[in-house]
């Protein structure tokens, strides 16, 4: 399987949105390269004709009436923003520039 | 007379329907013990008295109503009415913290009350408060909370196992009766075994989770810990059941057995006559202690003198368990993870300038060190070009763990006796640097977590001092039998003399001079910090 390299992490961090340090990262590659190796195992399993498991209940198809319900009240959910206009939250810009 | 602590929630729930205590001072009784330790113990991220209070009031209102409509109306109380009870801090309390163990989540309110909240508040439990985790449940020992570390009362410079050791480290401390926890490959029957205690992992579906915070939803279940085994059935009663808010929680009837487990021992022994259970070999696992692997053979004897067969059968795909483990719960935690942004909840850790800047910023300080692993594994699992290596693989190999246990099943076994830990409890900052040896803690108990199953952890005795689990699998929705076997084997090794054991320590924790577990670990040089 495949080895991780520096640029590699820094690639995987900025998709999962990580800002890391330069000594995080340098001590992920390590760590991350060793959990890989550990995942090797399964490359000794065949499993060319085994479907994969999702889930382990055999529910399917859950429906639900399509009705309207209540949802949480406006201020109930702007209380747990970092900020907000007593309307709506308020987020950085989104597109480059001023 | 014996401390109010101290009695199992069943006694409590007697001595509520003879109106001989009030839930008020039961309560009370546990919030000053909690209080008065926490410090020493960290298993509590916050204690709501006043809340408490309100709530055990109302509990004895409806106790005085009950006795003055009669007989019929106090049977149809709930045992958990009126009994305190932990709750790990990832269950919503409407208005209360829900940390879950992150700084990612510090200072948010939860704006609603999570299912099994709402279940809690209908039998009329009362909520204690929170209890501290590994950081969104990623963790066996505890250490990876952002609020430091919880303590083990049997050894307070050990861990108390984890992700939910401070509902563990609670209930072993007589802080509170009964606990709620989480698990998603290990996370309560491990801080079981390790504190001594009962813990179940219910099969997948069996409770909802609507209102608990996220970890990997295709494994997450939320289950009961107690000093019993009449107690932790009793509360997966109050909390189990469909819920239309959770797709995934089952429409399976939840049985009232689960509250007439028998009382007497002779009667609980006979449980075990004429059953059939498998001791899968794969089970007793490279890095075992001696130890736990002598008190497992003993719990074995036990069961097979009170009338049990206990098989050798094989799960030949176990050793994949781990690796198949730690693609999947990660990937799904990456995707689970995403939502914190610092934008609708959560503290706003970066400049403000740009969004993109704002979410490197408040996820990069946000989030712990094992999070940051377990996102970092998750999203390069699912990443483009290596979907099909790891989480497609993962997901097959997941199918043939999971008939391994279909097999056995099929066979008529009706449990699975295994360990629940490889070992006893382990020093902090032991497996901090390493997190594969970290991982290993789980090797017994996340296979249950891939196939769905439910699993129960019990004190089987001790090792060097420390609690050994004896853990028991049974197929999809057999909690009735586990606990009844679990309830058996209680029976049948009662006059063992580990069996009344206290937890050594619980004293120093009354000790002012005893340092708190922050204290310890900042005595340990750890890399990982």
């Known amino acids: 399987m495949a080895t991780l390299s520096r640029a590699d992490v820094e690639h995987v961090a900025h998709l999962a949105r990580l800002g890391l340090t330069d000594e995080e990262l340098q001590r992920l590659e390590g760590q991350l390269n060793h959990i890989l190796d550990q995942y090797e195992i399964l490359s000794t399993v065949p499993t060319d004709h085994i479907p994969p498991t999702a889930q382990t209940i055999e529910l399917e198809n859950i429906l639900r009436d399509d009705v309207p319900r209540p949802s949480l009240p406006r201020e109930a959910v702007l209380a747990n923003a970092a900020e907000h206009d007593d309307q709506s939250i308020v987020v950085p810009a989104i597109l480059g520039g001023e | 007379m014996i401390e109010l602590t101290r009695i199992h929630a069943h006694h409590m729930a007697a001595r509520l329907r003879r109106g001989e205590v009030s839930s008020r001072e039961l309560t009370e009784a546990h919030l000053d013990v909690a209080e008065r330790q926490n410090d020493r113990l960290n298993a509590w991220l916050s204690i709501d008295r006043e809340r408490a209070l309100a709530e055990a009031d109302r509990a004895d209102a409806r106790l005085r109503d009950a006795r003055a409509a009669g007989a019929a109306a106090v049977a149809a109380l709930h045992p958990m009415l009126g009994i305190p009870v932990a709750l790990k801090d990832l269950v919503s309390v409407e208005g209360g913290q829900c940390t879950a163990g992150s700084l990612i989540l510090k200072g948010y309110r939860a704006p609603y ?111 009961p810990f107690a000093r019993d085994v009449r107690d ?210 789980d090797a017994c108990t996340l296979p249950v977590n891939m196939a769905g199953l439910p699993g129960i952890s019990i004190l089987a005795g001790l090792s060097e001092g420390l609690p050994v689990g004896l853990q028991l699998i049974g197929a999809p929705w057999s909690e009735p039998r586990l606990f009844e076997l679990a309830r058996s084997f209680e029976a049948v090794t009662a006059s063992a003399d580990w069996r009344s054991l206290e937890p050594t320590d619980l004293r120093a924790l009354d000790d002012p001079s005893t340092p708190t577990p922050a204290e310890r670990m900042a005595a340990i040089a750890v890399v990982d910090r």
């Open chain 2, 113 to 223: 009350d999570a299912h099994i909240t709402e279940r809690l508040r209908d039998v009329g439990a009362v909520i204690l408060g929170k209890t501290n985790m590994d950081e969104f449940a990623m963790g066996s020992s505890t250490e990876h909370s952002a609020y430091g570390p919880t303590a083990n009362p049997w050894a307070l410079d050990r861990v108390p196992g984890g992700s939910s050791g401070g509902s563990a480290a609670a209930v072993a401390a007589y802080h509170a009766p009964v606990s709620i926890g989480t698990d998603t490959g290990g996370s309560i029957r491990q801080p079981a075994a390790l504190t001594g205690i009962v813990g179940l992992k219910p099969t997948y579906g069996r409770v909802s989770r609507y209102g608990i915070v996220a970890f990997a939803s295709s494994l997450d279940q939320i289950g």
């Open chain 2, 232 to 441: 932790a059935a009793a509360l997966l009663h109050a909390i189990a059941g469909r819920d239309e808010r959770d797709s995934t929680s089952s429409p399976q009837p939840v049985p009232d057995s689960l509250l007439r487990l028998h009382a007497s021992e002779d009667e609980a022994a006979g449980a075990l006559r004429g059953k059939r259970l498998g001791l899968p070999r794969e089970y007793f696992v490279k890095g075992m202690e001696p130890g736990v692997e002598e008190r497992i053979r003993e719990a074995v004897e036990a069961l097979e003198s009170a009338g049990a067969t206990v098989e050798d059968v094989s799960l030949p795909h176990t050793d994949y368990g781990l690796a198949t483990y730690y693609i999947v719960a990660p990937a799904e935690a990456s995707a689970n993870l995403a939502r914190y942004d610092g934008i609708r909840f959560g503290p706003r850790l970066g400049e403000g300038r740009d969004v993109l800047g704002d979410y490197l910023a408040t996820r990069g300080r946000g989030f712990g060190p094992e999070v940051k692993r377990r996102v970092m594994l998750g999203t390069y699992a699912l990443s483009a070009g290596y979907y099909d290596a790891y989480y497609l693989k993962a997901q097959k190999v997941r199918t043939l763990i999971k008939g391994d246990f279909d097999a056995l099943w099929a066979e008529g076994f009706d449990a699975l006796v295994a360990p629940t830990s490889p070992t006893v409890a382990f020093r902090f900052g032991d497996r901090l640097e390493d997190p594969v040896a970290m991982y290993l803690s």
